[in-house]
């Protein structure tokens, strides 16, 4: 049985007393166990400051971005080290924000995915098709090619200690939102092609919907076979909003 999974994607927001207000209210929210796990993502200037909130507490703590290489001359990056030594447990690598506001490659995304996972730490690897491409029938080439790149780099074994967000671009700030067939469709596609290299890998990894996930529709996403929970950007900005999602999950 796969233990559900709601990551909160701060994205560029926030300021320390609005993330101490908000990180309050979710820790007395969650005091009653809502059945899945959780974890936030706040920009890596309050890394520190939400680690040192979350002391004792069972909200896990997760980073937005991270570089390929353990240290060197990279003006403005972080490292999977450094990460993991502020208190990180997870980094989201390969957001479709990265790959289309700052070009970053499949092959280096892949790469990232490895580093991560040498630091100790459980990459959240992102993938996704862009309008265009689900009107152009394109959905499940795009989809498999951003994930194949990383299979074929690091290895099905690999997915043992990582986790999936699929993440519709054309639903991330759109108002759109896949719907839980959409999104089902998509996800079991993901857990298939992991299946024929491993069925033990694929029965076992988590897969997250990330395309504008909200109270309201999140139960019914969660109900879908193959949906273990959600990415959340904006709503994961509002404690009460953020609430309702994580008690969804078993609703």
Known sequence: MRKGLVAANWKMHGQRQSNADLLDALTTGLKESPGVEVLVCPPSVYLDQVSTRLENNKIMLGAQNVHSQESGAFTGELS?????DVGCEFVIIGHSER??????????????????QEAGLVPILCIGETQQQREAGETE???LRQLDAVL???????????????????AIGTGLTATPEQAQEVHALIRGRLAEQSEEVAQKIRILYGGSVKGANAAELFAQTDIDGGLVGGASLVAEDFLKICTSYNS
């Open 80 to 84: 999977a080290p450094m990460l993991r």
């Open 99 to 116: 790959r289309e506001l700052f070009g970053e490659s499949d092959s280096f995304i892949a790469e990232k995915f490895s580093a991560v």
């Open 141 to 143: 080439v795009t989809v």
């Open 152 to 170: 074929e780099h690091a290895g099905v074994e690999e997915f043992k200690n990582a986790v999936i967000a699929y993440e519709p671009v054309w």
